[in-house]
């Protein structure tokens, strides 16, 4: 399986309940988005372009396609109250969880991050807030989609801070790994000036 | 103050302190002083942004070395107590630059 339908897997997992195909597909752009901003690199290999109905790439459809012929996910087409024809996705339940081994800890923080912010939004705030990223603005139908443009803006205006080493932190201190501040301090600036 | 650095942390302070130099040599005590100053007021504390950080703290200096004036910022990503006071310090980073 490749690493388009693992990561969207990981987010039908992290929804718990299945997604829709227009919300599965948001949410892989805003995952992509945030990671472009806070690691410099997207989760997926997804190439964005700007379709009638938002970012969409059409490899979309087959790593949904490669995950239904691996009985990882199921689709169904249903009927939204609406009136609106559409495909809901849902994992496997009956599988056991994957490692994720090919995700970083930062891919796996942001996606967790995103399917918490919207996998629960009503799907036109949704859809909204996807419009109002800044690679859509000023871009036209059919044109890719900027992201690169994106890369580490989040780290920046964080002064350089680095996501990977604040989740490698917070399992050093998990693990009982520390070092005391003024032991630091000591080693460092030698006695008190 | 009970304070804690993760090691990678306090190695990457380390690293950034060695690469100081012929930087200011003041930088090393601005750290632990930000830290400090951080510490007793969390006013101070720059919110997060856009929720993938637990937020950041920058401080910019500046020292003049006439002909040249020496920039320098560093960033700390910190967990506090509900009070605000810092217990671990996450993610450090430094940023310089030499204006001629």
Not at chain 1, 51 to 73: I, M, Q, S, T
Not at chain 1, 93 to 108: A, H, N
Not at chain 1, 124 to 136: I, N, S
Not at chain 2, 30 to 51: A, C, I, Y
Request: with cysteine.
């Amino acid at each position: 399986m490749n690493r388009n339908a693992a990561f969207l897997e990981f987010i039908l997992r992290r929804a718990g309940t299945g997604l829709g195909r227009t919300r599965l597909l948001k949410l892989a752009y805003m995952a992509d988005l945030l990671a472009w901003r806070a690691l410099g690199r997207p989760v997926s290999r997804f190439r964005y372009y700007f379709h009638k109905n938002g970012p969409f790439d059409p490899l979309f459809y087959e790593a949904v396609e490669d995950l239904c012929d691996h009985d990882r996910a199921r689709c169904a087409g249903t009927t939204t109250a609406s009136g609106h024809d559409c495909v809901f996705i849902s994992h496997n339940p009956g599988l056991p969880e994957p490692t994720w081994e090919e995700f970083s800890p930062g891919d796996r923080h942001l996606v967790e991050l995103v399917v918490r912010r919207y996998s629960r939004l009503r799907l036109q705030e949704f859809l909204q807030a996807v419009y109002e990223t800044e690679p859509m603005k000023n871009v036209k139908r059919n044109e890719p989609l900027p992201m690169e443009d994106q890369r580490n803006k989040d780290r920046d205006r964080a002064g350089g801070i680095s996501l990977e080493t604040i989740l490698e932190s917070r399992a050093a201190f998990e693990r009982g790994e520390s070092v005391p501040f003024e032991h630091l301090k000591q080693e460092l600036l030698g006695t008190p000036r | 103050m009970s304070i804690e650095f993760a090691p990678g942390v306090a190695q990457k302070i380390r690293d950034a302190i060695k690469a100081w130099n012929i930087l200011p040599k003041e930088l090393p005590f601005w750290v632990f002083d930000e830290l400090e100053k951080l510490d007793e007021d969390p006013s101070l504390w720059h919110p997060d942004v856009d929720g993938v950080f637990g937020g950041a703290y920058i401080h910019q200096f500046a020292e003049e070395r006439p002909p040249i004036v020496l920039k320098a910022s560093v960033a700390f990503d910190v967990e506090r107590t509900p009070e605000g006071h810092v217990v671990r310090i996450l993610d450090f980073a430094s940023r310089f630059i030499k204006e001629e």
